[in-house]
């Protein structure tokens, strides 16, 4: 069996395990009702920020071009549109990684180096989105202090805080830094460009703050759709149920990021189970609307490709 194989095989028992623990935790039939008793009011306001979360997204790749030198960045409104097909890709398929991939392909003439290049601009983009979900995390937690018993959510943050930001400074010094480390990851060091700029890097850092915020806004409306929950402690549940895609055992976060909301929401804000699992399915549904838009953009785009001109 094939490294690939054997790694798609453990991310759908990781995915399963999931699921049979919730099917073993949850009434269904009382989640559905509670999915019908969120406002459509709030389904729509999750549905907006996730679509801002995507525009802002394009608006941190351009950054991010500028930042490592692309000779040729595409236009802001191009560079949108492909976010939006890219969102389609990462939610549509398994492994939620296809879009960031095509995006890479796409734009690699961006880069005198060719696609090398501009993958590496969007696996920055990906750690600098880890870092921002943990940063959310520490103020959900500051926040929160004394008023929720977080347990051990302050350890977790510490190391995931601590290892994200160790990857975030690493970056801009990665060429500098790679002979000194081990080859594996000596090789991913020295296939990074050059950083150029420090201020479109910065600035790229505070957008990725921008991106989680919009999710975890719309995390907290259909949270507190539900129950009396409070953005600052929405904070603790939504950035870490939203890190569960970066598992390399899950298939694209399911099954563990529902998990995060079954047994956060309830040990911290005693909410009935089928409530917090409704809250991360509506999320869920929310990222699907907006990545249909991506698809239906992609198809519109092919389609006038393929019609003649006259």
């Known amino acids: 069996m094939t490294r690939a194989r054997v790694i798609l095989a453990l991310r759908i028992l990781g995915t399963a395990a999931g699921v049979a623990w919730i099917l073993a935790r949850v009434d269904l ?11 459509a009011t709030a ?17 941190r790749w351009r950054a991010l071009l500028r930042a490592y030198g692309a000779a040729r960045i595409p236009a802001r409104r191009e560079l949108v549109r492909l976010y939006f097909v890219a969102f389609f890709y990462n939610n549509y398929l398994p492994g939620a990684v296809a879009g960031d991939v095509a995006r890479g392909v796409v734009t690699r003439d961006s880069f005198d180096e060719g696609a090398t290049g501009a993958l590496a601009v969007v696996l920055v983009e990906r750690a600098l989105g880890l870092f921002a979900l943990f940063a959310l995390l520490a103020l959900g937690l500051g926040l929160s ?3 929720l018993d977080a347990g051990s959510l302050w350890a977790w943050t510490a190391l995931g805080g601590a290892g994200s930001a160790a990857i975030v400074i690493a970056i801009p010094f990665a060429r500098r830094l790679g002979p000194r480390l081990p080859r594996p990851l000596a090789g991913v060091a020295g296939k990074l460009p050059r950083l150029h700029a420090g201020r479109p890097f910065a600035g790229a850092v505070g957008l990725s703050l921008a991106t989680q915020i919009c999710i975890a806004l719309a995390g907290w409306l259909l949270l507190a759709a539900l129950a009396p929950i409070s953005l600052a402690g929405s904070l603790l549940v939504v950035p870490l149920a939203a890190a569960t895609t970066f598992l390399p055992i899950t298939v694209g976060g399911a099954g563990a990021r529902e998990a995060v ?3 956060l929401c309830g040990r911290l804000f005693g909410m009935p189970e089928a409530d917090a699992l409704a809250a991360s399915l509506a999320l869920w549904l929310a990222h ?23």
């Open 261 to 263: 909301y079954v047994a």
């Open 29 to 39: 039939g009382a989640a559905e009702g509670a999915l019908a008793r969120i406002p």
């Open 288 to 310: 699907l609307v907006v990545a249909g838009a991506g698809g239906l953009a992609q198809l519109v785009t092919r389609r006038a490709k393929r019609t003649p001109t006259r």
């Open 43 to 59: 389904a729509l306001g999750a549905v907006g920020l996730v679509a801002l979360n995507v525009v802002i997204g394009a608006v």
């Open 145 to 147: 202090a004394g008023a």
